[in-house]
C-alpha cells in the first residue's frame, strides 16, 4: 500500500488543520490499521493518534487528547487527523502509516507502510 499525507501549512496557536492521508494500492486499505505519527527537529518519531481498521477503535497520545480527532472513510482508502486548538509544541512534521493489524499498534517498529511527511508549523 501506498500513502500520501497532505493538508500541512503554517497556522497561528489555536486555528485547526486536516491532515489528509491517502492510500492507494492493490491491497484493501480497510485490512490495516493507521497511526499518524510527528517528529520535531532533534526529538523522535511519536505517535500522535492511531485508527483500528474499521474505525472503532482509536488511541491518542495525552497530549492531544480534545484537540486531534482521527478518523478514516475505507470507501475513500482515506484517513483524517482533524487538528484543533494548535500550539506550537505541535510544530513537526506529521507521517501517516499503515500496518496490517487489527489493533491499533503504538509502536513505530510495529507499522510497515509510511507517507512522506507533511510539515506543520503553529507560530504563537
Known amino acids: 500500500v501506498q500513502l500520501q499525507a497532505s493538508g500541512g501549512g503554517l497556522v497561528q496557536a489555536g486555528d485547526s488543520l486536516r491532515l489528509t492521508c491517502a492510500a492507494s494500492?492493490?491491497?484493501?486499505?480497510?485490512?490495516?490499521?493507521v497511526g499518524w505519527f510527528r517528529q520535531a527537529p532533534g526529538k523522535e518519531r511519536e505517535l500522535v493518534a492511531a485508527?483500528?481498521?474499521?474505525?472503532?477503535?482509536?488511541y491518542y497520545v495525552d497530549s492531544v487528547k480534545g484537540r486531534f480527532t482521527i478518523s478514516r472513510d475505507n470507501a475513500k482508502n482515506t484517513v483524517y487527523l482533524q487538528m484543533n486548538s494548535l500550539k506550537p509544541e505541535d510544530t513537526a512534521v506529521y507521517y501517516c502509516a499503515a500496518d496490517y493489524n487489527s489493533g491499533c499498534p503504538r509502536s513505530v517498529l510495529v507499522y510497515d507502510y509510511w507517507g512522506q511527511g507533511t510539515k506543520v508549523t503553529v507560530s504563537s
Open positions: 485508527i483500528n481498521r474499521n474505525g472503532g477503535s482509536s
Open positions: 494500492g492493490r491491497t484493501s486499505f480497510s485490512s490495516y490499521a
